[in-house]
């Protein structure tokens, strides 16, 4: 009850806030997508330039074929494996790309100063940042769908390779596969926006350790409210509640457990979590606009 | 450079709306995944012996749980390859610890407790220590993994077979044998758990609940079910009112078939050996001759199609 009154208030509020500003953002909305879009482009023709990051995909695919060299196990097991590990790799190095491209994205723009002569142009500062913030998604979107498809293409060539046993069957469980990767793109994608806020107001350095902090304590919420449930000092159980109701919770879109024990999948609480995510990223790139904005460049 | 007032008041009246409407969305989205975000996971007692990880360190892999318990996994089939069985315990703890939903890697801790250690055991207190080490493991097997018939299963027969508990394994099997997926054969060690006890009471309902599963006549397998229910429920009605040493004699002696061992090339439909008809012996699918003997493993049916000789045997299960 509580929840859904949360809810309808937040819908009031939203309403009202949007009708308070339509005058800035109605004329703003139909200049504004193709200047994000041409910002976007350059993002993504820059990033293309950046051997670091061909180096960790085909980092990533060499990984993932050295994981067929299980044959000691079980199909069961090989497939389980292969599944873990798979996910595990996608999942850690799409963490890590999103952090290494997204914390040079605008300090990066500010050191060379080529921030001045695109903001000399019809650009506002806000269509810069979520120029910047697509562009990034464009690159991760690539990266993490090579990952995936040789990831099922692994999946299925060992499906085909591996003769079944009659109590052990090799289970590629391709669309459970395909499913979690999907969110994992989308838990990268929230980091990638509160990386670009951070970016805005810290150093590439303090960004890049805040984003790996954000990683860890974003995949430990659950166990963040558990110890803020448990917590017997007020102000730590405060602080606990803090951290755990502003920081994306990235472990909603993990479901490389479900996915590697077979388990069924709930893809509607999928859609809440990436609801919930694209709420919460719509808020970061607000404050991000803001910030940037109210920056003396 | 254009450099616009920003809205703020707005924009923070917008975002304070829509982070309101995210709320419901968590609640939603930890009832949704119970395993992952019920409050109890962590503190439950998951071990009988504190030979796994702590629950602090469970908690700190957050995700990368499930690829520790795999790595460890790995190391546990080092180990066993190895024959250090013991070694295997605190390994296959952890594992499960660490991915409570790894339904082969309870069984194989359950079986391994229950079978291996207890027959490795000098003692009758240590072996009974160890088949309860193994049926403890798989009680708390099924504690997690109440949706999977395999591992009720699992509990359910190591009663049945190594701890010598029917009655309580018969409840298994039931619970078991509920399940859509669940196979034939544990409808079948339901009732004959109060076979082997002579329980009378129990097995004539229970041999009609088997009566009623697994009938439909177009699945082989069903009709194999029902072959031999209707073979145990007459044999039964005939022999119920026999002297009380005679019915435990028979029982004996259908419990003793019943448990020896199989080959395994002699199940039937096995997709890997052809078994000569001459020696007895196996020899890979698709040989022209025998590998033992010599003796040709394929003949031409009367129709002039390619039959193999292998025999085929049905468990008595």
Known sequence: MTAQLAFLIGLVVAIVALALTRKQWGPAAGHAIPSIWRIAKITVAEARRRRVIQAVVILVVVILVSMTFFSYLSPHEQSRMLISGGLSAITVFGILLAIFIAAFLIPQELESRTVYAILAKPVRRFEFVLGKYVGALIILAAIVVVMTVVLVGVLLIQDQLVQDLPDSAFNPNLEAVIFAAVMNYFAVAILTGLIILISTVASTTMTVISAFIIWAVGSLQSTIHDLAEHADIAVTKLLLLVVYNVLPKLENFDYRHEVSNYMPINVGSGIEAIVQGAGYTIVVLILASIFFNDRQV | ?317
């Open chain 2, 1 to 317: 450079m254009r450099h616009r007032r920003t809205p703020i008041g707005s924009l923070a009246l917008l975002m304070v709306g829509i982070l309101l409407m995210l709320i419901p969305l968590q609640e939603s989205i930890h009832k949704a995944r119970p395993h992952l975000f019920d409050p109890d996971r962590k503190t439950r007692r998951v071990s009988a012996i504190s030979i796994g990880p702590t629950p602090a360190v469970i908690a700190a892999l957050g995700g990368f749980r499930t690829l520790a318990a795999d790595l460890l996994w790995l190391k546990a089939e080092h180990v066993w390859h190895g024959g250090s069985w013991w070694a295997m315990l605190p390994i296959l703890d952890a594992v499960t610890q660490l991915d409570p939903h790894f339904i082969l890697a309870w069984q194989v801790y359950g079986w391994h407790s229950a079978y291996n250690l207890h027959a490795e055991s000098e003692t009758i207190v240590d072996k009974r220590y160890w088949l309860d080490y193994g049926v403890k493991a798989l009680e708390r097997a099924v504690e997690a993994n109440p949706d999977n018939w395999e591992m009720i299963f699992e509990l359910g027969w190591t009663l049945y077979d190594r701890a010598h508990k029917p009655w309580r394994a018969a409840e298994y099997f039931y619970r078991a044998d509920q399940f859509p997926e669940s196979k034939s054969y544990v409808t079948r060690l339901y009732y004959r758990c109060f076979e082997r006890v002579l329980d009378f009471d129990r097995l004539f309902p229970a041999l009609e609940y088997a009566k009623n599963r697994h009938a439909d006549p177009t699945v082989s397998d069903d009709v194999q079910h029902q072959v031999i229910v209707t073979r145990d429920m007459e044999w039964w009605t005939q022999h119920k009112d026999d002297p009380m040493e005679h019915r435990r004699q028979i029982v004996l002696e259908n419990t003793a078939r019943a448990d020896r061992a199989v080959p395994f090339y002699l199940y039937p439909d096995n997709p890997y050996w052809d078994v000569c008809s001459i020696c007895g012996l196996p020899s890979p699918k698709g040989s022209e001759v025998c590998s033992v003997c010599g003796a040709p493993l394929k003949r031409l049916s009367r129709g002039g199609v390619e039959e193999t000789t292998g025999v085929s045997r049905q468990s008595n299960l």
